[in-house]
């Protein structure tokens, strides 16, 4: 029964204001019969009962969210906006969601886990295999096959990738610190020949 601003919940029998049950156009008062705890605690027996699991829920203080990925209670700061959500917020707090997207590039860019790439860095000693100076944290890959070919530092990363992944201007490049000269030659109006 309805009083205005309360109603009484079917299932506990408890007088409550009208906010503690959810909407319902079908009914009357266009409410639930019954409270919101006590259509939560329905819910989550008839889940029990199909031998699913139900998440607890957790309470938190106003302006912060629960993460369920680190299992922390973190300030509205710590998420990203999410328009959809009814909170308004992502579903994982900023530093889960940094994981996950790095796991996920991982795998949809070079086809790798996490412990595959830690594996090529450790037999790589930890270090960049062309400079061997630098921690090994980029993982380079043929832009033709796609295949992966080890992991670098980013500035021997970068070096190769803009140099077009050309071997033979790889050997030009060396060639050129070494103190070799190489000047194309000219044999036609416009044709150069490069040195062997």
């Given at each position: 029964?309805n009083?205005?601003?309360s109603?009484?919940c079917s299932?506990?029998?408890e007088?409550?204001?009208v906010?503690a049950?959810a909407?319902?156009?079908?009914?009357p008062d266009?409410l639930q019969?019954n409270?919101r705890?006590?259509?939560a605690?329905?819910?989550r027996?008839r889940?029990e009962?199909?031998?699913?699991?139900v998440?607890?829920?957790?309470?938190?203080?106003?302006g912060h969210k629960?993460?369920?990925?680190?299992?922390e209670?973190?300030p509205?700061?710590?998420?990203?906006?999410?328009?959809?959500a009814?909170?308004?917020?992502?579903t994982?707090?900023?530093?889960?969601r940094?994981v996950?997207?790095?796991?996920?590039h991982?795998k949809r860019?070079?086809?790798?886990t996490?412990a595959?790439r830690?594996?090529?860095?450790?037999?790589?000693?930890?270090l960049?295999?062309?400079c061997?100076?630098?921690p090994?944290?980029?993982?380079?890959?043929c832009?033709k096959?796609?295949k992966?070919?080890?992991?670098?530092?980013?500035n021997?990363?970068s070096?190769?990738?803009k140099?077009g992944?050309d071997p033979?201007?790889?050997r030009r490049?060396?060639a050129?610190?070494?103190?070799i000269?190489?000047k194309?030659?000219l044999?036609?109006?416009?044709?150069?020949q490069?040195?062997?």
């Amino acid at each position: 029964m309805n009083d205005g601003g309360s109603k009484k919940c079917s299932a506990c029998q408890e007088l409550l204001p009208v906010g503690a049950f959810a909407a319902n156009r079908s009914r009357p008062d266009g409410l639930q019969a019954n409270c919101r705890e006590c259509a939560a605690e329905y819910y989550r027996r008839r889940q029990e009962a199909r031998g699913r699991t139900v998440r607890q829920k957790v309470d938190v203080p106003e302006g912060h969210k629960f993460c369920r990925t680190c299992g922390e209670i973190k300030p509205h700061g710590e998420w990203h906006r999410n328009a959809t959500a009814s909170d308004g917020l992502s579903t994982r707090c900023k530093a889960c969601r940094a994981v996950r997207s790095r796991q996920d590039h991982l795998k949809r860019e070079y086809g790798l886990t996490e412990a595959e790439r830690d594996e090529m860095v450790a037999a790589q000693m930890g270090l960049c295999v062309i400079c061997l100076k630098a921690p090994a944290a980029h993982v380079d890959h043929c832009h033709k096959t796609g295949k992966v070919r080890g992991v670098l530092c980013f500035n021997c990363n970068s070096a190769i990738g803009k140099l077009g992944d050309d071997p033979d201007a790889v050997r030009r490049a060396a060639a050129y610190l070494e103190g070799i000269a190489w000047k194309p030659t000219l044999v036609a109006p416009g044709v150069y020949q490069l040195p062997s």
